[in-house]
């Protein structure tokens, strides 16, 4: 397949419409469904990973971005898709939607 990057972090429910995305913070490059991953980043908190992303230090210690979901597939299984929309958190990106597909 062709090559990806992969982002994962943890996340838990606010409500029953609005996720809010929690630390450790992984980005990873596979460059095909039979290779292994590269871990580009590895980030133990919002603003270490705000940092690889060279942004200033304001940007670093916005809160937590919390996302509203808009659509959601709930079969459990890898493939499935969440759209959500930042409601919250990171100034950069509020406002911006995100197309999430569950890995496992």
Known sequence: ????LVLSAGVAPRDDATLEIF?????DAVASDTSAPVRLV????DADFRRT????AAEQRAPRNLYAQLYLETTGRAGD????????GDPVIVGATFLHERVR
């Open 1 to 4: 397949g062709p090559a990806r």
């Open 23 to 27: 630390p450790p913070f992984w980005l």
């Open 42 to 45: 590895d980030a133990a908190s």
């Open 53 to 56: 992303q060279a942004r200033s």
């Open 81 to 88: 898709l969440r759209v959500s929309k930042v409601v919250a």
